[in-house]
């Protein structure tokens, strides 16, 4: 079993997509890190978990209430970027419709079904959605490394302003190089 599971949170076309409802050229240019990312924990074998932000079509969700209109299921915008390739045998998609990637999910479940001690957290909003994931792991008791070149959100000191929180009460913000190296070291 994997100690160590990479969840990649909300890297669906509705945010990565120039066309995506609420797109942001940040997320768009984090791309190609969590594809290193991933590609470096599939090596090591880690468990990998999309996140996908998805609501579903013509029923009330209280989120988007307070928000434009997106990741709507059927219009491909809760589809996961196809740069992003999924294993549909070995990896994990699970579709949540707040924050964060635990509440209302099993995501949970799958992490302890697995034996997982230590989450990755990669994606976007760095400010909603992985900081509240964040913090729900870190009460879970998971051991969390956020990769700072792979996490985004459309105003770069809010994203700063995240990390240096992120980093100081609920885990660890890397660099990807510091990742690899944890990686080599048995760490992760």
Not at 24 to 40: D, G, H, S, T
């Amino acid at each position: 079993m994997a100690k160590t599971a990479l969840i990649i949170v909300d890297m669906v076309r509705d945010f990565t997509s120039p066309d995506g409802k609420v797109f942001y050229p940040q997320n768009q240019a984090i791309l190609p890190n969590i594809q290193k990312v991933l590609a470096k924990c599939r090596e090591y074998g880690a468990l990998i978990i999309f996140i996908r932000n998805s609501y579903r079509k013509d029923k009330y969700d209280k989120n988007l209430q307070t928000m434009r209109v997106n990741c709507i299921e059927g219009t491909g915008g809760d589809e996961i970027d196809p740069s992003l390739k999924v294993d549909p045998v070995k990896d994990y998609v699970i579709k949540k419709r707040r924050y964060s990637s635990f509440f209302g999910t099993d995501l949970d479940l799958v992490l302890r079904e697995n034996g997982v001690k230590n989450v990755i957290v990669v994606g976007t909003k760095t400010n909603c959605c992985i900081r509240a994931t964040v913090t729900d792991a870190y009460y879970l008791n998971y051991e969390v490394y956020v990769v700072s070149e792979c996490v985004a959100t459309n105003d770069e000191t809010v994203n700063r302003v995240h990390l240096e929180d992120i980093n100081k009460y609920l885990g660890h913000v890397v660099t990807m190089d510091e990742l690899f190296e944890k990686f080599e070291g048995g760490i992760l």
